[in-house]
């Protein structure tokens, strides 16, 4: 027996930006998108299935919407075969403009949380169910709820942690809580303690530790306060939506107000910025409203980024505002977003002369909360780094939506606060390796790394979605963009890869979501939208490929003949082998040399694995013999010489886990002829 290695996020990428230049003209009240200089509406339903587009539901009908599901979740469970113990829960209800439904739950069993057993049920308007997703295919109806370790136990493993990983004044914020846990591998009882204090660089902590409540075994970590990386720029003269009375209260959008820390790191809002006039700040960081006037631009730009292009009403689609907090701390040279608080902070920058208060930052930040409260994306591992990415996507859309002639889109981050001091952004979208530290592409150890850098692949599948590959030119900025498998990417446009993307955030993405769930999320969320046979799935699969995440059509051949079964196949723990079958017919004589196997297997620990190609003749071809460690996952194209092979029969992928503990299944094989 061995347990699964846990995967750590040390959110050490600090977000440095230089000094913000803003004076602001005068408005009372809200403000329209126009006054703030942003771009019409993205045209995107000419551009899709009209009915795929999310609806534009006021915050009154998405609230009818989740309690007429919650009425139904005694019904909902007994459809979905859960066991007598296991209730739902639901968290978000997501409706596209032609009825059909997305009801996100939460999972209870024995009246503990299932933490990672959230699941997404796709109904038509005629509540006929679709699909489900679940973040765990595993059975929990055998968890043992008795634990025979003491809560206290449980807490003092999970402060020492945070104590080594550098935490100041760490203490618990609550008792820890019994929980069931089934993100990765078989579900167990557990304890989830909450560290709070304060992180190594003075940042708020919120350290969640899962302690296996029987064996005392760590078995898991994340850190719910989510930084980003940004560039706060010199934003001209805007229009603010205040308040009549003077304050930085938006009162046309969820009445967001912005408030002055005045340097304080406690969990109090600070002072509401108010005035005797409607004129905030000078531009420079002599006025502390300067600061403040840069952050409150960059929520309301966020906030009509959402409602006018995806119809969400604010970050959980209710209409209310979260709020912002400026001057954190000393020095402090970083920015967050807090779930306890529902709010965005943002520290004033090395020496106190350059505030993290920027468009993109904003947006950033403000896309936490979004995909908080979506997806739930965790923010360790492969989830953590995709978690960043759709920060950094989400930022790159805003700051092209808002169309500021002083800060043109692009798809570079930090690129006017020189940290290096050669002139040279902080990250770059077309081939995230250029700053040093990010990822280009997928491999099989990247959810171990810093999520800043693990969200690498997932922003270069962006940038090649949106622009392709090769060389190019957006807004006067030079990219050059590489792929992984060395053959090109054509793109769809930013407008297109943004809606993809965010149909695939809040309708297929769950909690623990990995590279291999996001292709699978976007290949269905392009399919909604632009149909199964369009230019624009293909391109999805292209740019994943791209990043070595799953196959090409056709194995990158145009005129390749493809094979595939997309049925999942459960993978028995320590099991005996199960298969995945294609039936090849119409092709001539034998199979190549060089023949495409596409495998996309999801499990949460690949050295447990062995995976073997069946031919036709019962002739076995091992692709994968236990090897990758705690690696999670297989999505992987291998070739094989079959030339001795009939080309026509059945074939089969055959897996088998080998060893306790962990999980998974086959979610796609294909077999690719030239």
């Not at 007994?78 to 999972?107: C, P, W």
């Not at 606060?417 to 390796?433: A, F, Q, W």
């Not at 092979?645 to 897996?655: H, P, S, Y």
Request: aromatic content about 8%; proline content about 4%; glycine content about 12%.
């Amino acid at each position: 027996m061995r347990s699964t290695p846990s995967r750590r996020a040390t959110a050490t990428g600090a977000l440095i930006a230089a000094a913000a230049m803003l004076a602001v003209g005068v408005q009372t009240g809200s403000a329209t998108a126009d006054q703030f200089g942003a771009a019409p509406k993205a045209q995107v339903a000419s551009q899709a299935n009209p009915g795929k587009l999310p609806a534009d539901l006021s915050p009154a009908q998405r609230a009818a919407l989740i309690r007429a599901a919650q009425a139904d979740t005694a019904a909902e469970a007994k459809r979905l075969g859960l066991g007598a113990q296991e209730k739902l829960v639901v968290r978000d209800v997501i409706q596209d403009r032609d009825g059909s439904t997305h009801t996100r739950y939460e999972r209870t069993f024995a009246g503990l949380p299932v933490l990672g057993g959230d699941l997404i049920v796709e109904a038509t308007k005629a509540g006929a169910t679709t699909s489900v997703t679940k973040a765990t295919r595993a059975d929990i109806s055998k968890v043992d709820t008795t634990a025979t370790l003491a809560p206290a136990a449980a807490e003092r493993q999970a402060l020492g942690r945070a104590t080594a990983e550098g935490s100041k004044k760490a203490k618990a914020d609550r008792a820890p809580r019994k929980v069931v846990w089934a993100a990765n591998g078989t579900p167990v009882l557990a304890y989830e303690t909450v560290v709070g204090g304060l992180q190594h660089d003075g940042t708020p902590n919120e350290l969640h530790v899962i302690t296996d409540a029987t064996s005392g075994a760590k078995l898991y970590e994340w850190q719910a306060i989510e930084t980003g990386v940004g560039n706060t720029q010199y934003s001209g003269q805007v229009t603010l939506g205040t308040a009549p009375s003077y304050s930085l209260t938006d009162t046309g959008r969820g009445n967001h107000k912005t408030y002055d820390l005045n340097g304080g790191t406690g969990s109090g809002t600070g002072t509401l910025f108010t005035n005797t006039t409607d004129v905030w700040g000078n531009g420079t960081t002599s006025n502390r409203a300067t600061a403040g006037a840069d952050a409150h631009y960059g929520a309301a730009l966020t906030w009509d980024y959402y409602k006018n292009v995806y119809g969400r009403s604010g970050i959980r689609g209710d209409g209310v505002g979260a709020y912002s907090r400026v001057h954190y701390g000393n020095a402090y040279v970083n920015a967050f977003w807090s779930d306890s608080c529902f709010c965005m902070t943002y520290g004033d920058g090395s020496g106190n002369t350059k505030p993290l208060t920027s468009i993109d930052v904003a947006a950033h930040e403000m896309t936490h909360g979004v995909t908080s409260n979506t997806a739930g994306l965790v923010y360790s591992g492969e989830s953590g780094g995709l978690n960043e990415a759709t920060s950094d996507i989400f930022a790159a859309a805003v700051e092209f939506y808002a169309n500021n002639t002083s800060d043109p889109g692009d798809y570079l981050v930090g690129e006017k606060i020189d940290i290096r001091g050669n002139g040279t952004p902080l990250r770059y979208m077309d081939k995230p390796s250029k700053d040093g530290s990010s990822k280009d592409a997928w491999y099989s150890g990247i959810g171990s790394i810093d999520v800043h850098y693990s969200s690498g692949p997932a922003n270069h599948f962006f940038y090649l979605l949106s622009e392709g590959s090769g060389a190019k030119t957006v807004n006067g900025v030079n990219y050059d963009s590489p792929t992984s498998d060395g053959l090109p990417v054509t793109g769809i446009g930013r407008e297109k890869a943004a809606l993809i993307w965010f149909k695939a955030l809040t309708t297929k993405f769950n909690s623990s979501t990995n590279y291999a769930g996001a292709r699978t999320g976007t290949i269905a969320a392009a399919t909604d939208l632009y149909g199964a046979t369009s230019p624009e799935v293909l391109a999805v699969q292209n740019a994943w490929a791209g990043i070595n995440v799953g196959p090409r059509p056709g194995g990158g051949n145009p005129g390749g003949t493809v094979f595939t079964n997309d049925t999942d196949v459960s993978i028995p723990d320590n099991g005996a082998a199960v298969t995945s079958s294609v039936t090849v017919s119409g092709v001539t004589g034998n199979a190549p040399a060089a023949l495409s196997v596409g495998v996309d297997i999801v499990h949460t620990y690949i050295g447990d694995l062995v995976v073997d190609l069946v031919a036709p003749d019962g002739s076995v071809y091992n692709l994968h013999n236990r090897a990758g460690g705690s690696a999670d996952n297989i999505s992987q194209t291998y070739t094989v010489n079959a030339s001795s092979e009939v080309a026509n029969g059945v074939w089969q992928l055959r897996v088998q886990d080998k060893a306790s503990i962990d999980t998974g299944y086959i979610n796609q094989f294909k077999l690719t002829f030239p």
